[in-house]
């Protein structure tokens, strides 16, 4: 009498089962791809020298790229897993209070204040307060010095444009910049800046303002024909650097550099990675303040000694020779 019931569950479950079996080739299929694609030689980003002496359909091969139809998602994320996001890694910014107090190690402004305190103490307040106004007005200048050119490490960072228009899957798409990978297909036009290291293989009336990486005032003309030979950045016809702005015309590439490792990173790692060169005034000034901590130190102790053979009060000759 349970017979019916029983038929029923099985027949239902056998059909749950069949829905299962059918979803899970799609998922190995993508799974499979991605399998595939590791085993694959890795994709390595190509300089611009060297792309821009490259066929284009030679240089889509190497980067395992469709120019026309571009990426799949697998493609995207292999890459991306392997290379990062198309943005570059900020150290985080130490704070201003930290910046400012930073300053009072220089061995001069140090000598200045050992000179303002021991004035507080022989209670000479006039020289104590002209010596704290000059240490200030010192150390603020050196202050604002510093925080401008971090400041213009930031600025260049906003030269990388938010978004771009790609091709994926056939279809053109409007993304965001830090999403694009080595073999993107981007397309770009007026007023758009470039948001990787490009290599162009179809240019229309294109010219891009290069002022803010090589410093080239005039806009340069683009095109998609190879060059016999590689010569400086500026000489590069064929490639479209990041950051840079199209000021007429328009164009299709593909990427060969994201993030750190296009031209405009290196630039980028360079001024976050080295410290910002002291002037030839700096190293006088500090060289200047051990000289003299060294020689005001030598007096006051040499001045101490003579007055304490002579039996004189020490504090009153440290006054002396301060």
């Not at 059909?15 to 994709?43: A, T, V």
């Not at 294109?206 to 002022?211: A, N, P, T, V, Y």
């Not at 080239?216 to 950045?233: H, M, P, R, T």
Request: charged letters at 25%; one cysteine or more.
């Amino acid at each position: 009498m349970y017979e019916p019931r029983r038929q029923s569950s099985l027949v239902a479950k056998l059909d749950n089962y069949q829905m299962k079996i059918k979803c899970i080739p799609i998922e190995n299929e993508e799974f499979q791809e991605l399998k595939d694609g590791s085993k694959k030689e890795p994709i390595v980003a190509v300089s611009s020298k060297e792309a821009s002496t490259r066929y284009v359909d030679e240089l889509a091969s190497d980067l395992q790229a469709d120019l026309q139809n571009g990426l799949t998602e697998v493609q995207v994320l292999e890459r991306r897993l392997r290379y990062g996001w198309n943005e570059f890694e900020v150290s985080n910014p130490e704070p201003i209070w930290k910046k400012y107090l930073g300053q009072f190690t220089n061995p001069l402004i140090l000598l200045l204040l050992a000179s303002a305190v021991i004035s507080v103490i022989t209670k000479n307040i006039e020289d104590a307060v002209s010596i704290t106004m000059a240490i200030i007005i010192v150390v603020t200048v050196a202050f604002v010095q510093e925080y401008r050119s971090e400041k213009s490490l930031q600025e260049l960072g906003k030269l990388i444009p938010p978004e771009c228009n790609c091709i994926r899957k056939g279809e053109l798409e409007h993304l965001l910049a830090r999403e694009l990978v080595l073999g993107d297909t981007v397309c770009i036009s007026v007023g758009d800046r470039v948001p990787a290291d490009v290599r162009l293989f179809e240019a229309v009336d294109l010219l891009i303002d290069e002022s803010s990486f090589t410093g080239e005032s005039e806009a340069c003309i683009k095109s998609a024909a190879a060059l016999s030979v590689a010569g400086d950045l500026t000489s590069l016809q064929n490639i479209a650097f990041m950051g840079t702005l199209v000021r007429c015309g328009n164009g299709k590439g593909i990427v060969i550099g994201t993030g750190e490792n296009s031209e405009f990173g290196e630039v980028f790692k360079m001024m976050q990675a080295e410290e910002a060169p002291k002037t030839p005034l700096q190293k006088s000034m500090d060289k200047l303040g051990k000289q003299l901590s060294l020689f005001s130190f030598a007096v006051i102790g040499l001045m101490m000694l003579i007055g304490w053979l002579q039996g004189k009060h020490l504090l009153g000759m440290f006054t002396i020779g301060v």
